[in-house]
């Protein structure tokens, strides 16, 4: 179990994005974090198409004026409810989403219990 938040809720304003560090499986990975009011949706940052980060450069990500999360390196860009890729090389392809939960003002890794 994680022992520590990604994020204190207060640091990601509304409609804004930010890049976190997380441990999924063992492995370090960066995700794209994205604030919907009191909620947060959260996948890794990894564009579908090529594998390369999203972010232009550390943490700092394109939004359209559709307001859809635009890959700096090919322009894909993605809807912010699913992730889903709109426009762009990988038309039809998701993000790979990261269950994510906010709780005591910060968001943490949704954790799932095995059957």
Known sequence: ??????IALE???A???AE???NLDGDAESLVLYRDGDTVRAW???CPHAGRRLDWAPGQFLKSKDGWLVCAAHGASFE???GECLAGPCR???LRAVAVEVRA??????HVASL
């Not at 179990?1 to 990604?6: F, G, S």
């Not at 003002?105 to 949704?110: E, R, T």
């Open 11 to 13: 640091h990601l304003a």
């Open 44 to 46: 890794l940052n990894v």
């Open 92 to 94: 039809g392809e998701s």
């Open 1 to 6: 179990m994680d022992t520590a938040p990604l």
């Open 105 to 110: 003002g910060a968001v943490w890794l949704k």
């Open 80 to 82: 912010l409810q699913g």
């Open 20 to 22: 976190v560090e997380a």
């Open 15 to 17: 409609g804004a994005f």
